[in-house]
């Protein structure tokens, strides 16, 4: 059985449809922060498969124990973190208790159930300003906020673990910029107030919920002005850990992948393919730059095409398309 901690979020729910539909068992856990039983209940409703789910929290032992204690759990995909960038400048402490602090309970967990596999939800964050694009799994790390360092401080402590128990196997999953929601438009990303990120405000403009959505910056040195990401569709995302599900069980030590498409979209190329796509309107407003923002993040993903057999396959349209399907009507 597969643990997915933090199954009602925006990757854990579209990864606990794949686990399903790919016929793994699984039992998840969340303590809601972020997310809703609705999302719950949807995986179940789009699967037709039920599945034993907890409210528990990393920062308390005694809410996980009934999970381990319930089940015979084999790996674990730990989803469950907070993940707002700006939050984590002004509230650090909070950021190093649930993600850092709350990781070593899981870990405390994991052992005492002698679970050994684990995959982490890692990003591209983790290589800070990089020199030249697309990055590799070997560039140099480097934090500029805290977000970033609790995940690099739990990269750290999951290669320590590593080192004590040589049966140990750690997958790191670097992700890119997710995007875009399952077709059914039954789940999505579905944050709670004001979001960060530009595809949610994308979605925000359209509705008319924001006036006009900001371009942070046409002046940097690519095509058209704006940054340039690599976006990639939270399906594919999720197909990802299924492909590296099956390399946490069959290899031991610590394996780092990026997960990407290796293509990479401005952010006129975003506004321009949402507006055609789904026919409607997205006024917009050129800002300056915003701080702590680099001009391009593009990965190479060729390792994990390579060793873990996966490759991101839906385009840019997908992305947009699904996008907007599962926030129009809400
Ligand atoms: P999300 O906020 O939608 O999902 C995270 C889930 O974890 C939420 O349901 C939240 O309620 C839960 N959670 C948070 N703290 C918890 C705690 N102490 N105990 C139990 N549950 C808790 O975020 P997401 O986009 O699905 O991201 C999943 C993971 O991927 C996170 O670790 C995030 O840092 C990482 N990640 C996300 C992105 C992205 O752009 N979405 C990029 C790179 C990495
Ligand atoms: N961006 C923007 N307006 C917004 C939000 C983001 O122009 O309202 C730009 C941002 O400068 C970056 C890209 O969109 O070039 C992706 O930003 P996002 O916050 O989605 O992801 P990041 O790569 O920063 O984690």
Redesign the pocket.
Known sequence: MILVTGLAGYIGSHTAVALLNSGKSIVGFDNFYNSSPDAVNAVKKLTGKDFPFYVADLTDVESMRPVFEENKISAVIHFAGLKA?GESVAKPLMYYQNNVSGTVNLLQLMMEYNVKRIAFSST??VYGEPKVVPITEDFPNSATNPYARTKLFIEGILKDVCKTDPEFSVVLLRYF?PIGAHESGLIGENPNGIP????P?ICQTAKGIMKS?????DDYPTPDG????DYIHVCDLAEGHIAALNKIQTSTGVQIYNLGTGVGYS?YD?IHTFSRVNEINVPYVVCP??AG?VPI?LSNPKKANDELGWIAKRDLEDMCRSSWNFVKDK
């Open positions: 960038v591209a964050t910029n960060n990120n530009l595809m405000r959505l900001t371009v942070f910056g704006t940054g340039i990401r952010v975003l730059r915003r923002d993040l």
